[in-house]
């Protein structure tokens, strides 16, 4: 029975797992500064003509991010679920949401990598280079309704026991806000709103990633109180005894509570 | 009366903001503080950007026009007042009274974002759009976020007309009350700092 | 009933004036801004008294309109550290241009 939390667990940790293999394979490859978009196509050729291998090796294993965003984002759906029972709208948004942010680490990683595949023409480089940052920092198209249907789900909340505290809520919407910036990095090659900006790129990350660790934690608590709730009866994951648990509650309530007054 | 709870269809006393209330609740206060650190963020790049373009900054700030930008501040300040009063009527038992001051609050959102969409189609069509120059650039971006949290607060206040008129607020409504209206004046106030590191200082 | 509803009033009335206030201070800090002389560019004390004046109005709108003064201590510290902290830095990036 465990090992149905356990699993849990598992895949919530595959949220820091994101985190650090995205940072260390972007420090690898040294693209954790951005490259200012103003750069000349020669620049930007002689970047990918000066370290291919690390390029290529941080790039690679950067990739994996992609996948472990997947794995975070379906247990939290699995947590959602919890919350909007059998019609759960919000909770498969957020999956598929979580699904379609993997493409957004691994087709920008691809151009750069085919950037640094083979010699070609400064222009085509500096192509291959602004194919990969635009949609890096600006494909925020999934993100911010994962984080508005995970923030909404979490304060239409009606348990007893909430699974998410009410401020994460609204940390959620909150960060959704953060993200939209950066959709708009098309219009600027220089500035707090381009591909290296202070907004679109450096708050970008630290609202992504600092709302990433403040979930991973509280899913991890979840999963804990759940256990703890399953330990009191009913089965783990299985919708209908979260409904017995429910039929629990009310009939406790109703048989301490006074018979109905009327005002006279 | 014996001990347990009693449901009652008396009509509950509504909470008084009594002293040591969080207003609306603690979640409100994350989203609302948040904001506050990013724009005083945004506001620090900004002057950053303008000590290094003094003139650039100066020169394209002319062009704003500084009673309209006055107008503005005045405009919110109205609303907030409204919504103040809104409160005030909800928690006097005046549902109705306080809908319709959050709609009267809502209609002064509404001339803001016209006078708005009016000034900024006046700046795209003199040629000045978000890449003229650095402060268009944050002339678009503040103002443009600002307008979004504005929009945002609009909708609020129309769900808080809805649940006004209904009237018989329980807590998760004088939560939803309480936390809208703050939102509202953190709206009002975000403008407040804008207006004059747009419009005056440089 | 009666007691509560004086204190209301009571409070609805300090913030009207509070709200007047404001309107002032907005009027003052337009007077201000439009009739500013000197180079374009450069750093006028002025507009640091601007950025002060705005700051201080955005304390009264949380103090009293937001209800912060009636709010537990620490949400009201934060907020009150905000705003003077805010000012100090807005100036100090200013003036230090």
Known sequence: MDQHFTIQRVCTWAAPACTFVFFLGFAIADYLVPPDPRSSPQETAAFYANHPESIRAGLVFMCFAGGLWIIWSAQMTNQMLRIEGVSAPLAWTQLAMGACACIEFIMPAYFWLTASYRDRSPEMQQTLNDMGWLPFDGFVWTIIWQNLVIGIAALMDKRESPIFPRWYGYLSIWCSLLYLPAGFNVFFKDGPLAWNGAISWWVLLAAIFGWLMATTWLLLKAITRQQQETRNGALAGDPMSDLARRIDELERKVAGAEPVAVRT | ?202 | MSLLRTDRDAAQRAITVVWVLLVLATGASWMLGVHETGTPGDVHPVNALLLVIAMTKVRFVGAYFMELRAAPLPLRLVFEIWTIGAAAALCAMYLLA
């Open chain 2, 1 to 202: 009366m014996t001990t347990g709870r009693a449901v009652t269809l008396e009509q509950q006393d509504p909470p008084e903001h009594a002293v040591g209330q969080v207003p609306g609740e603690v979640g409100v206060w994350v989203f609302i503080f948040g904001d506050l650190v990013v724009f005083t963020y945004m506001f620090g790049v900004f002057l950053n950007y303008r000590s290094n373009e003094g003139e650039v900054f100066a020169a394209s700030s002319q062009f704003l026009n500084q009673d309209l930008g006055a107008l503005y501040t005045l405009v919110l300040l109205l609303s907030s007042l409204f919504v103040v009063r809104a409160l005030h009527w909800m928690r006097s038992g005046r549902g109705d009274r306080a809908s319709a001051f959050f709609l009267a609050a809502l209609g002064c959102g509404a001339v803001f974002l016209a006078l708005k969409a009016f000034e900024w189609h006046h700046e795209i069509g003199a040629g000045r759009t978000l890449n003229y120059d650095h402060f268009m650039t944050f002339y678009f971006l503040l103002t443009g976020l600002h307008a979004l949290h504005l929009t945002m607060g609009m909708v609020l206040l129309a769900i808080l007309a809805v649940v006004a008129r209904r009237g018989d607020p329980g807590k998760s409504q004088w939560i939803l009350l309480e936390g809208g209206a703050c939102f509202w004046h953190m709206v009002d106030f975000l403008w407040m700092i804008i207006f004059p590191l747009l419009y005056l200082v440089p």
